[in-house]
Nanobody
């Protein structure tokens, strides 16, 4: 069973950058589609996802600003967030999916404020 631990959240000014990391423990990381979600006002939404074949998918609100990547050798997925806006403030969750198996991390807070 894969377990996920996020890191890299924090407080940043508008226009700034943060890089989130999600380290997976367990086996078979490379078979999972990895994603980042965020929760705002109780609603969880997809931010970005990356298939095992390396095909990314982004929410319209973050296209051109966020970049998802993965390092299978390190069992880690990243989310580079640039040009951050106050509306990006949320708890960000890492997600791993393979067929009917869905695994979540514990979340990391990102706050964009001056």
């Amino acid at each position: 069973q894969v377990q996920l631990v996020e890191s890299g959240g924090g407080l940043v000014q508008p226009g700034g950058s943060l890089k989130l990391s999600c380290a997976a423990s367990g086996t078979a990381f490379s078979i999972f589609t990895m994603g980042w979600y965020r929760q705002i006002s109780g609603k969880r939404e997809l931010v970005a996802a990356l298939t095992t074949g390396g095909v990314p998918d982004y929410a319209d609100s973050v296209k051109g600003r966020f970049t998802i990547s993965r390092d299978n050798a390190k069992s880690t997925v990243y989310l580079q967030m640039d040009s951050l806006k106050p509306e990006d403030t949320a708890v960000y969750y890492c997600n791993a999916r393979f067929r009917s198996t869905i695994i979540w991390g514990q979340g990391t807070q990102v706050t964009v404020s001056s």
